[in-house]
């Protein structure tokens, strides 16, 4: 919120110092009235307010929790939103090992329905399903494992895979195997019609630059889902 580094014409520092203790003020009373909200919504969980100082606060404040959770047009107070999703969110993800759930606007939803598995079996996205299931996440709702291919057939069989390893942790997910050739459309398009409480899915990385970058698939499901996403490194 108060930029160290903002240049500041001569005779100007007590009007910087009383808008910075201005805005910091404003944002901890928003910061209270969401923490209050989720006290409502989540009365056993604890939660508390940290001045975190955007991006590097929240990089460290990560090293002592689990889950990142982020709204998906959160600029953090850096930057703007690209297409309704903050360049902000894949910038964690780069610098932060901990998986995020990126969560749309309250106006788009968040249903009470099943968690969606969108399996691809990419290595990003086996990596995303074994934190999904270690965080006890999957266990929260009925699971259904969702894989588009050519067929239905193969898509059923690419879901199978990710079904026998969350059998393996006592789970029991059913398949729902898609035609198609736009899999993020149809994932999409799926969790729509079965009122999603949540879709998984993996990231995906490019060595060669080392760098994660989010290919044109997990962007599109990160700006178009009407449910949080959950999305793992």
């Given at each position: 919120l108060a930029d160290a580094h903002e240049a500041v014409p001569t005779g100007a520092r007590a009007f910087k110092e009383r808008r910075d203790a201005r805005r910091l003020a404003d944002a901890r009373a928003a910061a209270g009235a969401q923490l209050a909200a989720f006290h409502a919504a989540a009365p056993d969980?604890?939660?508390e307010?940290?001045?975190a100082g955007a991006l590097p606060g929240l990089k460290r404040l990560a090293v002592a929790h689990d889950v990142i959770a982020i709204g998906r047009d959160s600029t953090l107070g850096v930057e703007g939103t690209e297409e309704g999703l903050a360049p902000a969110i894949e910038r964690i993800a780069h610098d932060t090992p901990r998986p995020l759930v990126v969560v749309p606007p309250p106006a788009e939803g968040g249903a009470d329905g099943p968690f969606i598995v969108a399996y691809d079996g990419s290595v990003p996205c086996q990596r995303s399903l074994q934190m999904f299931v270690l965080l006890g996440l999957a266990t929260l709702r009925p699971v259904r494992v969702v894989s588009v291919a050519d067929t239905e057939a193969e898509a059923r069989a690419l879901a199978g895979g990710a079904a026998s390893y969350l059998a393996l942790h006592g789970i029991a997910a059913e398949i729902d195997g898609l035609a198609?050739?736009?899999?993020?459309?149809?994932?999409?398009?799926?969790?729509?019609?079965?009122k999603a409480g949540l879709l998984?899915?993996?990231?995906f990385e490019t060595p060669r630059i080392r760098t994660l970058l989010f290919g044109s698939g997990t962007l599109r499901i990160l700006r178009g889902s009407r449910c949080p996403v959950f999305v793992h490194h």
């Open positions: 969980w604890p939660g307010i940290h001045d198609g050739r736009r899999p993020a459309d149809a994932v999409l398009a799926h969790a729509d019609r079965i998984m899915i993996g990231a």
